[in-house]
């Protein structure tokens, strides 16, 4: 079995708007919940600890909460952010039942290279994926194989990309995932008499009359 990241968690008192203080001595707030815990309990988590986590787990991959001598294999569900510090406000952890599937969002990721007799710009008009797969075996990321694009196929839809073991598609089959799209380029806009005219109005009529006489 793979090793997850893990977070010592403590058990939180305070909670309102009190909990700026937590924050100010290093505290993320948070919340743990799912079908294996009783009622939602309010921890803490040192905030260095958990930015490093998060930076290697994201959502998609199960993180052991360390928590008065239990281990709770964990999803991070929700992070709160402010606006404008940056700083992490809330956190909210979900305990799945690990014998049981549950239904997650996972970013996609084009690899490989594109064909050079496909011409464009690839696009992802559907970027992540809803899966339902055991916690253990959610992936990461969920990758597509740009080189089997052609120009008889510019499209990939998702029931087209091939998933691991033990995960299944949720999202319409149907739905593009992928697309080649032409490529545009912006011309310049050149001023026209017009504009030149407008330009000349606007200037004083004793600036006007120096550029005539020259």
């Known amino acids: 079995m793979a090793e997850h990241p893990t977070l010592q ?4 008192t305070i909670v309102g708007k ?3 203080r937590l924050r100010r ?4 707030p948070a919340v743990l919940y799912g079908p294996v815990v009783a009622q939602p309990l309010p921890i803490t988590v040192d ?25 709770y ?13 940056r700083e992490v406000q809330n956190v909210e952890f979900y305990a799945p039942d690990l014998q049981r599937p549950v239904v997650v969002t996972v970013p996609v990721v084009g690899v490989g290279a594109l064909p050079p007799d496909v011409v464009g710009v690839v696009a992802y008009p559907r970027a992540e994926l809803e899966v339902r797969a055991l916690p253990q075996n959610v992936p990461t990321q969920i990758e ?28 319409d089959p149907d739905e593009v995932v992928v697309v080649v799209e032409e490529e545009t380029v912006e011309e310049a806009e050149v001023p026209g008499e017009e504009a030149l005219a407008e330009e000349l109005g606007d200037r004083p009529a004793a600036s006007r009359a120096e550029e005539e006489e020259e």
């Open 25 to 28: 001595q290093g505290q993320t």
């Open 144 to 171: 597509v194989d740009l080189s089997v694009l052609n120009p008889d196929r510019l499209v990939i839809h998702a029931g087209e990309i091939p998933l691991p073991a033990g995960v299944e598609l949720v999202t």
């Open 73 to 85: 294999s964990v999803f991070i569900r929700e992070v709160a952010v402010h606006p404008v510090s």
């Open 18 to 20: 009190k909990v700026k």
């Open 9 to 12: 968690a403590t058990v939180r």
């Open 47 to 71: 905030a260095r600890a958990f930015a490093q986590v998060y930076h290697r787990a994201g959502t998609t991959s199960l993180v052991d909460i360390l928590l008065d001598g239990q281990v």
